[in-house]
């Protein structure tokens, strides 16, 4: 096969894939987004904003009425809110597990004024979740 065929069969190949990658996608989406709502909450919790996360959470509503993981999510933000670190380390450790679980924990071991909070928080990141980057050091990614 010479250069200029090999050429030709490479960029009909390249722009068979992109068609077919625009078919399965759809409209520039990859499925259904965080709704604002819930993202708003997750903001506050990372922002350690208080009043923001007030708003975030009477915008949100009851996590009863969002579908997982955004439940977990709000709850998240409710437990934040809440101010008491043994509900939001229980919640952490609680199932199922996943991001919004984590990011307690997370939350927990980089804020929680007690020691022993932090301390427990890492233990929960550690034996829930060993693989994370959040770990840092030798069982995980760099944090």
């Known amino acids: 096969m010479s250069g200029r065929r090999l050429l030709v069969l490479v960029l009909v190949a390249a722009a068979?894939?992109?068609i077919c990658g625009e078919v399965t996608r759809g409209?520039?989406?990859?499925g259904p987004g965080r709704p604002a709502?819930?993202?708003?909450?997750?903001?506050?919790?990372?922002?350690?904003?208080?009043?923001s996360l007030s708003r975030a959470l009477e915008a949100a509503g009851?996590?009863?009425?969002?579908?997982?993981?955004?439940?977990?999510?709000?709850a998240l933000g409710r437990a934040v809110a809440a101010g008491d670190p043994e509900a939001l380390l229980a919640f952490a450790s609680g199932d199922p597990k996943g991001a919004p679980?984590?990011?307690?924990?997370l939350w927990l071991?980089?804020?929680a004024a007690d020691p022993v909070v932090r301390d427990r928080a890492q233990r929960v990141l550690a034996e829930r979740?060993?693989?994370?980057?959040?770990?840092?050091?030798?069982r995980g990614g760099a944090r």
């Not at 409209?27 to 990859?30: D, E």
């Not at 979740?129 to 030798?138: E, K, Q």
């Open 37 to 51: 709502a819930v993202e708003a909450v997750l903001k506050a919790v990372d922002g350690n904003d208080g009043a």
């Open 109 to 111: 071991r980089e804020r």
């Open 16 to 18: 068979c894939g992109a």
């Open 27 to 30: 409209k520039g989406s990859s």
């Open 101 to 105: 679980r984590a990011r307690a924990a």
């Open 62 to 74: 009851e996590p009863s009425r969002w579908p997982m993981p955004w439940r977990d999510e709000v």
């Open 129 to 138: 979740y060993p693989s994370s980057w959040a770990l840092g050091g030798s």
